[in-house]
Structures are given as structure tokens and as C-alpha cells.
């Protein structure tokens, strides 16, 4: 089984793109979600350079955060995306409005007709009940029905959009023995894999509540194919210059 970490620009901001290749190829992962901002939203065939030289493959991109958050939509992200080769791109649904809105639909529809002309594999995530605070949840409220998965899920299967599974989002420490788990299963292209405990989010595997190991044993009884995604860098959304690579290593290693 293939895992992989999430890198953006913001962990960290002050640090090149090489450092976080070089180093992430001594930690055993497999290869790179990126989470496309301002250093890498002009620039894909420079990354393309770094993945080669490291030999970390990008597999997947985030849109960028301009585009979660609903400023924009950044069509042109998906250009990137084509252009870095990836397999899958994942989206946030909307802020603030609901999963039957007309907004919502509209957006779905817009997402689904990309798919159908680059061929690239869309999966929407589902997402916390809110943000940890600031200024994200004042510019972007979340939709409390956008964290309730299997209503995502039946939101996204019209558009034959997939569905981003983040385990950090869905809170529970055995989220495969909720009650829909199975149902959302075969729409599963990707999974955002992290722990948690209380209000600490996104922490390496070996710690919080997440039960990994149950979790891992029972996407291989289930043949999983999606990809799996790490989102365990650090502890803060933002850091200068450090980044915990320690945390990934150890993490990858419980996966395997």
C-alpha cells in the first residue's frame, strides 16, 4: 500500500519547495499531494523537475485554498494539475451554503464537466463541523452539512464526482465501523489520513485516537485502490522555517 503527505506553501512559508522534496524522500513515502499556492500555481514544471530529481512522484493536487474558500474558482488550477500528471484532484464543497443549494449544484455541475473533458478524477472532502478559528472561520464558514459524509456522498453521486475521505474531519476513532462507511466506500478516491485528540487536529498516526492500525487493516480487507494521503506535517497551519519530518516517517512507517 502506496501513502503519501500533503505539502503546501505555508509549512514552511519561508523555506524552498527543494527543501521539503529532499527531505521528504528519507522519510519512506511514496510520493506528493500538492496543495497548490502562490509558489506553485505558476510554476508546474518546476515541480515536475523536483519530483523527478527525488523521485517522489506528485500523485495529487488540493485546489488551492483562494478556491476552497470559495473566493474564486481558479479554473486554471486544473490546467496545473494536467500538467503535473496527477491521478486526482480533491475540492473543498463551498462554504456557507448547503449541499442542495443551487449554488452548491451549480458548483458540482462545474466540477463534474471538468472531469469530463481533462479526465482527471474530482473528489470532493468531507469536512469538519468548523474550523479551528480564525480568520478561515470568518471569511469561509463551514455548512454543517458539508461534515456529514454519507451526505456528501449522496450529494456528489449524480455528478459521478468521488469523494475525498479526511479521517481528521470525521472525528471518530474507528470511523470503518460507522454505519456508513461501507455505503461511501466505493466513492472513495482518496483518503486525507491523520489522528486526533480533542481539539488537537491532523496529528501523526502513532498518536491520538485514531485506531490506524484497524483502519489500514481494513482498507486491505476491502481492496482498497484509492490513494492514501498524510496530512500529519505539523501541529500549526503555519511555521517560518521548521516542519516535522519525524512525524511523517513515523507515520508511514505504521502504515506499512
Known amino acids: 500500500m502506496k501513502v503519501h503527505v500533503s505539502i503546501g506553501d505555508f509549512s514552511p512559508l519561508l523555506r524552498s519547495p527543494e527543501y521539503l522534496f529532499k527531505n521528504l524522500r528519507q522519510t519512506g513515502v511514496d510520493g506528493i499531494e500538492l496543495c497548490i499556492g502562490f509558489k506553485s500555481r505558476w510554476t508546474p514544471s518546476y515541480y515536475t523537475r523536483l519530483s523527478k530529481k527525488y523521485d517522489l512522484p506528485i500523485v495529487s493536487v488540493h485546489q488551492p485554498l483562494w478556491a476552497a474558500t470559495g473566493i474564486c474558482f481558479d479554473a486554471g488550477s486544473f490546467k496545473v494539475a494536467q500538467q503535473l500528471g496527477v491521478q486526482c484532484v480533491t475540492c473543498h464543497p463551498l462554504p456557507k451554503v448547503s449541499l442542495q443549494s443551487d449554488q452548491m449544484r451549480h458548483y458540482f455541475e462545474r466540477l463534474a464537466d471538468i472531469q469530463r473533458q481533462t479526465g482527471l478524477r474530482i473528489a470532493v472532502e468531507n469536512m469538519p463541523r468548523q474550523y479551528r478559528g480564525g480568520a478561515l472561520s470568518r471569511i469561509a464558514p463551514l455548512n454543517a452539512g458539508t461534515s456529514d459524509v454519507l451526505g456528501v456522498c449522496k450529494a456528489l453521486k449524480p455528478y459521478g464526482l468521488g ?40 496529528l501523526a498516526l502513532d498518536t491520538g ?24 506535517s505539523m501541529s500549526k497551519g503555519i511555521t517560518m522555517l521548521g516542519y516535522d519530518f519525524d512525524r511523517i516517517k513515523r507515520s508511514v512507517e505504521l502504515c506499512r
Open 163 to 202: 469523494l475525498t475521505l479526511d479521517t481528521d474531519h470525521v472525528h471518530v476513532a474507528k470511523p470503518y465501523e460507522e454505519s456508513w462507511f461501507n455505503e461511501v466506500f466505493p466513492a472513495v478516491k482518496n483518503i486525507h489520513l491523520s489522528s486526533f485528540d480533542g481539539d488537537k487536529r491532523h
Open 209 to 232: 485516537d485514531l485506531n490506524t492500525v484497524g483502519f489500514i487493516r481494513r482498507l486491505k480487507e476491502k481492496h482498497y485502490a484509492g490513494l492514501i494521503t498524510l496530512e500529519v
